[in-house]
Nanobody, 115 residues
Framework: QVQLVESGGGLVQAGGSLRLSCAAS????????MGWYRQAPGKQRELVAA???????NYADSVKGRFTISRDNAKNTVYLQMNSLKPEDTAVYYC?????????WGQGTQVTVSS
């Protein structure tokens, strides 16, 4: 089993920055890609960014140029640096880890961007 614990969410004004962290523990040897999803009220959950064990990344079009995903394999931690935040980035952000037995989810962390 893989456990994921997110941190770093909070309230920020539009134009500000936040950095989310996600620490993985447990059967970390089984993890390949890690990523971040988000879900805003009344909307479907969407992929924000993902990173493979080799460091390849992909981003949702809505966050390209503003968000950066990175991974510290030594610390089993993935980060999401979010800059130039907009009110529409307000959502619960979930860390994910792709494993050989499926996708594991963190508990989520709230990000609120005020206008």
């Amino acid at each position: 089993q893989v456990q994921l614990v997110e941190s770093g969410g909070g309230l920020v004004q539009a134009g500000g920055s936040l950095r989310l962290s996600c620490a993985a523990s447990g059967s970390i040897f089984s993890i390949n890609a890690m990523g971040w999803y988000r879900q805003a009220p009344g909307k479907q959950r969407e992929l924000v960014a993902a990173i493979t064990s080799g460091g390849s990344t992909n981003y949702a079009d809505s966050v390209k140029g503003r968000f950066t995903i990175s991974r510290d394999n030594a610390k089993n931690t993935v980060y999401l640096q979010m800059n130039s935040l907009k009110p529409e980035d307000t959502a619960v952000y979930y860390c994910t880890a792709g494993t050989v037995v499926g996708l594991r989810w963190g508990q989520g962390t709230q990000v609120t961007v005020s206008s």
